[in-house]
């Protein structure tokens, strides 16, 4: 009876770790280039009172054993990376990761930290920068004279100058991909930084083989469907009342237990 207690418990704790996570991803539903995350669960350990197979008083096996489980936890969250809706803005440092890819962000401790939030700007020096003013690698800098900017899906960086016909080449995007991208560390500022578990960032070219292409102009919003998010809140809700409904009759058979008398 105190077993049950404890194994309801736990499947209240780990709904209202679904809920968490499940706000987190409506606070983000404009977020651009957000990634929603999923919760996966997983039971704990059982207590066996008898196992599949045991031979019973006239020696045969019995099919199946008896075993109670004690709840259940919380074993991921996992970082879901399909695409979001695209959104078309005409800002020429706008840009879009069709396909596999995340931008490079050098932070200001020195480190590489990865995006997939296009909306670039520019600072006071002409460089291209996030919306934190951290640089994109390999670092790209604007001529103040310049008249105009475009993007090829390739990631090349041009710009015409003031006096001038031919267009200017400024430096080309590079992205970067990992073989586990779930095993990202989400760093927030839309920022994930590599693990052990997401492998080396692998470098290369926009369109290349294994990387999207880049599209000027528009942005990746956030991938979460609210429809969705709002269905696995009721379930989640739902799934805590029940629990609790579990710890009230456990309690009420204790509370009926306690009153016996001969």
Partial sequence: MISALWTAATGMNSQQKYIDVISNNLANVNTTGFKK??????????????????????????????EVGHGSKVSATEKIFTPGNV??????????????????????????????????????????????????????????????????????????????????????????????????????????????ASGEPMVGLAGTEGYGTIAQGFLEMSNVKVVEEMVNMIAAQRAYDVNSKAIQAADEMLKTANQLRR
């Fill in 87 to 196: 959104q078309a803005t005409e800002n020429p440092l706008d840009i879009l990761i069709e396909g596999d890819g995340f931008l490079q962000v050098m932070q200001p401790d020195g480190t590489m930290a990865y995006t997939r939030d296009g909306s670039l700007k520019q600072d006071s020096t002409g460089r291209i920068v996030t919306s934190d003013g951290y640089p994109i690698q390999p670092e790209i800098y604007i001529p103040q004279e310049a008249t105009s900017i475009s993007i090829t899906s390739d990631g090349m960086v041009t710009a015409k100058i003031a006096g001038s016909n031919d267009p200017q080449q400024l430096g080309q995007i590079q992205l970067a991909r990992f073989s586990n991208a779930a095993g990202l560390n989400s760093m927030g500022r839309n920022l994930y930084g590599p693990t052990v």
């Fill in 37 to 66: 995350s999923r919760v996966n669960f997983e039971d704990l350990m059982y207590q066996i009172f008898r196992q599949p197979g045991t031979p019973n008083a006239q020696g045969a096996q019995v099919p199946v054993g008896i």
